[in-house]
C-alpha cells in the first residue's frame, strides 16, 4: 500500500523542477499563465475577444474595435458676466437637437480660449456685458480672432442701445431676454442652416427709435463707470489724461440729460439713450 504524500511534498517537487529549466522557459511559463489570467478577466468584465499570437510577443484584436461615431453638430458657447444667466440659457440650449451645449465664460479672457478649444463649427450666445468687458470689447475680440464664429447677442426689452451696437459689429442674430424660450431655438436652427436672422419685432424697434447719440469713446467710458471705476483709473485703462476723461463725462451728461454720475449709469444700464 502506497505511503500518503506528505503535505507540501508536491510544492517541493514543483519546485525542483522548475529551478532545473532553463531561465527562459520559467518566463514563458510564468507569462502564458499572466496571459491566461488576463484573458478570463477580459472576456468577463468587459466581453472584449482578442485573439494571441505568439509573434514577437504581440498583442492584437482579432477586430478593430468600434469607435463611436463623432458629434458634428455645433456647439453653443455662453458668455455672460453672471453665471447663473449661463446656466439658465444653457439648459434652454440641451433641449435644442440640432445644437450641443458647450463651455460658459464670463470674462474676456476666459471667453478666448473657450473659443479657441473650439473643434468643428461653433456659436457664441452673448450677453451685453462680461465680468471686464462690455458688449462692443466682446464682440471686436470675437470678431477679428473668431471670425468663423457665429454670434447670438441676448438682450433686454429695454436695451436698444446694445442691439444697435450688436448689429454695427456683425452680430449674426439678436434675441430678446423676454422671448427666449420660443425664439432661441429658431434662431440656433436657422444659423445651423447658414443663416442670420433679426427678428422683424427688432427691426421695428430700432426704426422707430433715434439713431445712437453716443461716440464709441463715449460707449468704452460708460461701460467702465458701470465697472465701479474711478476717473484715474478710467484715464490710466484707455490711456487719456484725467482731464480728457472729465471732458468726455461732461459730453455723456449732456447727451444723456442727466447731471451725475449715478444717472448716468443708470440711464446706461436700461438702455434708454
Known sequence: MASPTRPGSEMRKLALILNSMPLHTNFLLFFNGLRAACHAILQ??????????????????????????????????????????CQGIASLVAQIPEVRQGQ???????LSKTLNALEGQGI???GVRLVDADLTRALDMVR???????VVVVAEDTELAFIRTAIKSGAN?????????????????KLVEGHSILPTDILRKLTSEKTD????????????????????????RLGLSENTVKYYLKAIYQKLDVNSRGAAIAKYVAGNY
Open 104 to 110: 460658459f465664460a464670463t470674462d474676456l479672457p476666459n
Open 173 to 189: 442674430s439678436i434675441c430678446m431676454m423676454s422671448q427666449i424660450l420660443t425664439s432661441l431655438p429658431k434662431i440656433l436652427g
Open 124 to 126: 457664441l450666445i452673448l
Open 144 to 150: 477679428a480672432d473668431f471670425p468663423q464664429v457665429m
Open 44 to 85: 468577463k468584465y468587459f466581453a472584449i475577444f482578442f485573439v494571441y499570437s505568439w509573434d514577437m510577443g504581440e498583442l492584437r484584436p482579432d477586430t478593430d474595435l468600434t469607435v463611436a461615431p463623432q458629434d458634428d453638430r455645433p456647439e453653443v458657447v455662453i458668455a455672460d458676466r453672471q453665471l447663473i444667466v
Open 213 to 236: 447719440s453716443l461716440s464709441r469713446r463715449e460707449h468704452e467710458i460708460l461701460a467702465l463707470l458701470v465697472d465701479g471705476l474711478t476717473n484715474f483709473q478710467i484715464s490710466a
